[in-house]
């Protein structure tokens, strides 16, 4: 019987098993000097980079990308740069491989531990940024994991441009090229084979809007690490100082409206609301942000402002668009982002510290904040040097995912003959 041809991406698979078996017993100065050689790449080839992003660019405005998700696209020569700096910053990182803990003696003499070793082959689905790409390469190969990168057709020149760059730096360290993987079709196919991908796939990581994690979700055979969509919250209470507020809700709206720890829902005590609706509208004003707002917030604010709808406050905009909602206090407050939130990143402004305290006990998000905007959800903010991704479900990892997220353990024991 003849055998089936393998398609394209099981064949980038096999090749990615073989080199996470090398990655797996590799030095940390190996990996550390891939990645340097990486950075001092990027920064060398970046009129290549820039070259490439322009043909996305091109072809997304003709396509007719909104405004935000085109600046999620667009790389220039600052981006480039900080691109490079976080590749570093990971270089300077500890290795999370190899590290042993929890050393037991146990009554019959065995000595019994956990050490920390990569997860195998990580495939990464994501959507329009291509700085995704790096950070999920880098982050692998510092943890000794191949990856299988599939990017958004929107991002396609500029990811193939930062593969290629990466591939031919990693070689020239003695590392295996195939470490770093790229899907060359962008069809909802190739989705679906890594998906399908239980021979040559260890964990998968999707990186999305909501169609996309939903697809995921559902039809996944592989393992994945779900990271959801970003509805986050801002939620303004009676005590809060209302200068900091004004300042917290226009840094977590827009200072990137397109990325997923962007506020999406302003909240607000009616207490103060009268007060402070005007102060965040003006604010808001200098980017032409879109209000969606309850009655009472049509009351305070007038006619410029659009009556929400239920599924606003489900709504992940990624644009300069706002839900607005005037609550009953607290209680009101987190039952609403229980209701409407995605578990991602909501914040609470208040001058009360059992108010403050509260809110961290009761709100069940990945990141839970304190007088701060929302926008501080981020790998490199975290002190992770990059992120493979924002994690909202509660198995293996949550939250921003650094090096030791993309680590498993084994036991390792030690004996001297025992036999049970």
Known sequence: MEEKALTAIEIQGAAAKLAAAVLRTSSTSIRNDALVRIAAAILEKKQQILDANAIDMKEAQESGMTPALLDRLLLNSDRIDSIAHSVTDVVRLADPIGQVEQMETRPNGLIIGKRTVPLGVIGMIYEARPNV?????????????????????????SNNAFVDIMREAIAQAGLPEDSIAHVQDTSRDSVDHLLNGTAFIDVLIPRGGAGLINHVVANAKVPIIETGIGVCHVYVESTADLDMAEKIIYNAKCRRPSVCNAAETLLVDRSIADK?????????????????????????????????????YYAEFLDYVLAVKVVDGFDEAVSHIAKYGSAHSDAIVTSDYAMSNRFLDVVDSAAVYVNASTAFTDGGEFGLGAEIGISTQKMHARGPMGLKELTSTKFIIYGEGQVR
Do not use: Y
């Open 276 to 312: 402070f609706l005007p102060m965040a509208k003006r604010v808001l004003d200098q980017n032409n942000t879109e209000l969606r707002g309850c009655p009472e917030t049509q009351k305070i604010l007038g006619d410029s402002v659009i009556p929400v709808t239920e599924e606003d």
């Open 133 to 157: 790409t790096v950070d999920a390469a880098v982050l692998c190969l510092k943890s000794a994991n191949a990856v299988i990168l599939r990017g958004g057709k929107e991002a396609f020149n």
